[in-house]
Nanobody, 126 residues
Framework: VVDLVESGGGSVQAGESLRLSCAASGLTSIKTTIGWFRQAPGKEREGVACIRTGGGDTYIAASVLGRFTISHDNAKNTVYLQLNSLKPEDTAIYYC???????????????????WGQGTQVTVSS
């Protein structure tokens, strides 16, 4: 059973930072794409970043490029999303998702990810 657990969300002021974690278990593929998405109230789920474990391919959405970075720790089976210089418009529920054997590329759609975590809330106040 694949399980993804996000953590690290919270309420911060604009300009501050957070580090989100996505702890994965049950994944048997050495090369798996882990994606981060976010969804604000009344908006569609938006792809933020992805990384392919075992290969290191990464993608960061233009809307957060230069502020967010993605990394992974193989030993801990955990993918991190570092959120710097946060803005109120970054407020959303952040989800991680897994696509075993899949590739990381810009615009990879929600339906390409079969496994999802429960989400973690990020709230940025001005």
């Amino acid at each position: 059973v694949v399980d993804l657990v996000e953590s690290g969300g919270g309420s911060v002021q604009a300009g501050e930072s957070l580090r989100l974690s996505c702890a994965a278990s049950g994944l048997t593929s050495i090369k798996t794409t882990i994606g981060w998405f976010r969804q604000a109230p009344g908006k569609e789920r938006e792809g933020v970043a992805c990384i392919r474990t075992g290969g290191g391919d990464t993608y960061i959405a233009a809307s957060v490029l230069g502020r967010f970075t993605i990394s992974h720790d193989n030993a801990k089976n955990t993918v991190y999303l570092q959120l710097n210089s946060l803005k109120p418009e970054d407020t959303a529920i952040y989800y991680c998702a897994a696509d075993p054997g899949g590739y990381c590329y810009g615009g990879k759609a929600v339906h390409n990810y079969p496994y999802w975590g429960q989400g973690t809330q990020v709230t940025v106040s001005s």
